[in-house]
């Protein structure tokens, strides 16, 4: 049983591009996020959801936009890729609100901008 | 401003050593919350403590054990007799409480262990 799967794994895309990944989670948990890790294992938060709801917006360009239509789910849309898109995005779901809480993370996806 | 330095980029150790994985932060605030995550090959980010700022009792799980010292910002991982499948890239992060209604996680740039048969 997958606490918090997305798909696809891999992701392999052209410039321009635009691109979805979904992420599901199935601990009804009421709180998800999306990180990115670069080449370097640098992990960054960029969103979180509270019930369907935006609570966190890092300074991430607005060609990424989140979406999420019910509290299990949470996707992430990718406009007009660039090469330092390159990088493997984590879903990420807690309880509750609240960076203190406990996170759950999926596989990751990893994103390749040719 | 918060900050968390991972200052071992990369740790070898024979199996059944014992290793420790520095963890220093910085941050103005009284209220905060410390976590260590392992990232095995595989990829995925897993949980493995939390710590709030007004716990300092150490703890111990298993062969591993956590030295948390608000003295000198430090909340040190250490693993006992390691082996084989402690191999992955650990990482060190801190937030703020959610009371002062600022939002920030910071994780440390990891330190990745190698643990050689």
């Known amino acids: 049983d997958t606490a918090v799967s997305q798909t696809p794994k891999y992701l392999v895309t052209q410039m321009g591009n635009d691109k979805s990944i979904k992420c599901e989670q199935n601990?009804?948990?009421?709180?998800m996020y999306w990180y990115k890790q670069d080449s370097k294992k640098f992990l960054k938060i960029m969103f979180s959801y509270n019930n369907k709801e935006l609570i966190i917006n890092e300074t991430v360009p607005n060609r990424f936009s989140p979406k999420s239509p019910d509290k299990a789910h949470l996707n992430l849309h990718i406009n007009s890729l660039e090469l330092g898109d390159s990088a493997v995005y984590f879903c990420a779901s807690s309880q509750r609100p609240g960076l203190e809480e406990e996170q759950y993370f999926g596989p990751g996806t990893r994103l390749t901008v040719t | 401003a918060q900050k968390v330095t991972q200052a071992q980029t990369e740790i070898s150790v024979v199996e059944k050593e014992d290793v420790t994985l520095d963890c220093v932060y910085e941050t103005r605030d009284t209220t905060y919350y410390l976590f260590w995550y392992k990232q095995p090959p595989s990829g995925e980010l897993v949980f493995l403590i939390r710590?709030?700022?007004?716990?300092?009792q150490n703890e111990i799980s298993g062969r591993y054990s956590w030295n948390f010292q608000k003295s000198t910002s430090s909340f040190n991982f250490t693993i006992t007799a390691s082996q084989v499948v402690d191999s992955a890239v650990y990482f060190c992060a801190l937030t703020l409480s959610m009371d002062t209604g600022r939002r920030a996680l910071t994780f440390g740039s990891g330190t990745r262990l190698q643990v050689q048969p």
């Open positions: 710590r709030n700022s007004f716990d300092e």
């Open positions: 601990l009804g948990h009421d709180t």
